[in-house]
């Protein structure tokens, strides 16, 4: 009995792949909240605040699209999902909290920091093993993780001393994501020159 091909689960690396530019968009996100955080001198507790609702937000939105895309076409969207959901309730949190303290700033991007971690790796762990992009992608739930455990592991003078480790955390997480987003449509380009032959 022939296979109905339009049944067959699609690859997660190439429904990442048609989305490219989103992972682009997140890297150019991270890479403005790592300039902003570094830069920022003497930044005080609710400029640090407002930065990172921003990146959490704009990170969410992204997701929330990528998640609408993969839906429209069939295709998984389940973690996207949860990414988006991660990031708007830590944006949410820190709008909705009076008077943020300290403390409650660096617990919610710890949280942040784990929750969109682990999902970045269950993510990696879903590709193809010849996918070879799959390492930035663990890497950079890698760096997630490593944020939300330096925020609470590490003495934090201050709010500069925690857009220091959040502007390192974002230049390095904005880096492995344009890595992955051209590896990513790379993998596209090369899929649209092989329909010719395989068609013929």
Do not use: C
């Not at 992972?23 to 890479?31: D, E, F, I, Y």
């Not at 959901?85 to 709008?95: E, P, R, Y």
């Amino acid at each position: 009995m022939p296979t109905d091909v339009t049944k067959q689960p699609i690859p997660l690396d190439m429904i990442l792949a048609t989305s490219w530019w989103l992972l682009l968009m997140r890297s150019g996100a991270a890479l403005l909240l790592g300039f902003l955080a570094i830069s920022l001198h003497n930044v005080s507790l609710s400029e640090l605040a407002l930065v990172f609702f921003g990146y959490a937000m704009i990170d969410g939105v992204a997701n929330l699209a990528g998640s609408i895309t993969a839906a429209q076409k069939g295709e998984p969207w389940g973690v996207l999902l949860l990414e988006a959901m991660v990031g708007f309730t830590a944006a949410l949190w820190i709008v909705a909290w009076p008077g943020l303290p300290m403390t409650a700033l660096i617990y919610i991007i710890s949280g942040w920091g784990l929750a969109t971690g682990v999902l970045g790796i269950i993510s990696s762990a879903r590709l193809r093993r010849h996918f070879h992009g799959k390492w930035l992608l663990a890497l950079s739930g890698v760096a997630s993780i490593a944020l939300g455990m330096v925020m609470v592991a590490v003495p934090l003078a201050g709010p500069s001393a925690i857009a220091f480790w959040l502007g390192v955390y974002a230049f390095v997480f904005g880096v492995l994501l344009v890595a992955l987003a051209f590896r990513l449509r790379a993998l596209v380009e090369s899929r649209r020159n092989r329909q010719p032959k395989l068609a013929a």
